[in-house]
């Protein structure tokens, strides 16, 4: 089962997922967790979707960091609903909500994948699974 829980990432990512969900509420960014743990036999039937199985394709990897415990999804929240908007401005200052927490991400030292290519705004991940 995937899990939403920050405690199923590895113990020393779990402090800096802490920081990162801290710095976020007290940027005035409402931001929930959804998802930090999936098992490889998750990760296979979402990559199965689109390619081998119905639907659109949702993910380009086999190898997910969410499997290495090293990698969270979080998604904005506004008036209790989850938004996947990448430009909604909640805060209104004139910057998209999903890039001001990315930039909070990297300055904890997570990856971001909004600056992937494709973009994926909705995911950070700990640089390293080890604890260096
Ligand atoms: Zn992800």
Redesign the pocket.
């Known amino acids: 089962m995937s899990s939403r829980d920050i405690l199923y990432l590895l113990p020393h990512v779990q402090p800096f997922a802490r920081q990162f969900l801290q710095a976020c509420m007290a940027k005035g960014h409402d931001v929930v967790v959804t998802?930090t743990y999936r098992s490889q036999e998750e990760q296979d039937d979402i990559y199965a979707r689109g390619r081998t199985k119905p639907g659109k394709i949702v993910t380009w990897t086999r190898h997910?960091k969410?499997t290495d415990r090293i990698?969270l999804?979080f998604a904005l929240v506004k008036n209790g609903k989850c938004s996947w908007d990448i430009k909604a401005d909640f805060d209104e200052d004139n910057v998209a909500d999903y890039f001001e927490v990315g930039a909070i991400s990297k300055e904890i030292g997570f990856t971001w994948?909004g600056d992937w290519n494709p973009p994926?705004y909705?995911?950070i991940e700990w640089r390293h699974a080890d604890d260096t």
């Open positions: 998802c997910s969410h990698a999804d994948g994926d909705c995911h």
